[in-house]
């Protein structure tokens, strides 16, 4: 089975502080992902690597910044935190397959910024 | 600019009736649609798919039936069960120049006794 874990379930940093979101998938895919999901808004896309040290950004890329130096890692990185970035953070991972194949997605960090 | 619309944010059935959830799209270039569920405290799991060559596709208790002159997907789970009551998002791709999803806001299912 494909195993997607992220570091911490619940995190709560300060305004201000550098935020650092660990994302790890054992399955050798070569797509991960970054998504934040809010009520009423969906899961909305951050940011995506499609190979290491390569990415691009998703919907709602304005202040984060994304990190992949190796094939199974994927960090997301909140430069000053603020509280509006506050909320539910998933990673997911797949397989390079022209849209084909679904993603896996881990459980999920709680994000609460005060 | 929503590409992908839920308009039914929640959803309440009876155990054992039919559960019908709808999603609307506007990007006609979309061509694979997923349906993914997702419980509290936990991420979304995959649940079932369709190509836009299909119109249905089945799998045990779910159906996926697509209408692409109308833009619409649903899904249907047929007996519904309390497992699930969950959270459903429906999500599309253009595939094949990306390997992105792009979800609708979730449709929150309650099945109950």
């Known amino acids: 089975d494909v195993k997607v874990t992220q570091s911490s379930r619940y995190l709560v940093k300060r305004t201000g502080e550098k935020v650092f979101l660990e994302c790890v998938q054992d399955m050798d895919h070569e797509n991960m992902f970054w998504y934040r999901q809010d009520p009423g808004l969906g899961l909305r896309l951050i940011y995506f690597s499609y190979d290491v040290k390569m990415k691009e950004k998703g919907d709602i890329p304005e202040g984060y910044s994304v990190s992949r130096e190796k094939k199974e890692r994927f960090s997301l990185i909140l430069e000053s935190a603020s509280t509006n970035q506050t909320s539910m953070y998933l990673c997911a991972s797949s397989e390079t397959s022209g849209g084909l194949y679904e993603q896996y997605f881990g459980p999920g960090t709680r994000l609460t910024v005060t | 600019d929503q590409q992908v619309k839920q308009n039914s944010p929640s959803l309440s059935v009876q155990e054992g009736r039919i559960s019908i959830l709808n999603c609307d799209y506007t990007n006609s270039m979309f061509d694979y649609f997923l349906w993914y569920k997702k419980y509290p405290a936990e991420g979304p799991t995959f649940l079932i798919s369709?190509?836009?060559?299909?119109d249905k596709n089945e799998d045990g208790r779910f159906t996926v039936f697509l209408n692409k002159s109308a833009k619409h997907l649903s899904l249907h789970i047929v007996p519904s069960q309390p497992g699930d009551s969950a959270v459903y998002f429906c999500?599309?791709?253009?595939?094949?120049?990306?390997?992105?999803?792009?979800f609708g806001t979730g449709t929150r299912l309650q099945v109950f006794p």
């Open positions: 999500a599309a791709s253009w595939g094949y120049n990306t390997d992105k999803l792009i």
């Open positions: 369709i190509s836009s060559i299909k």
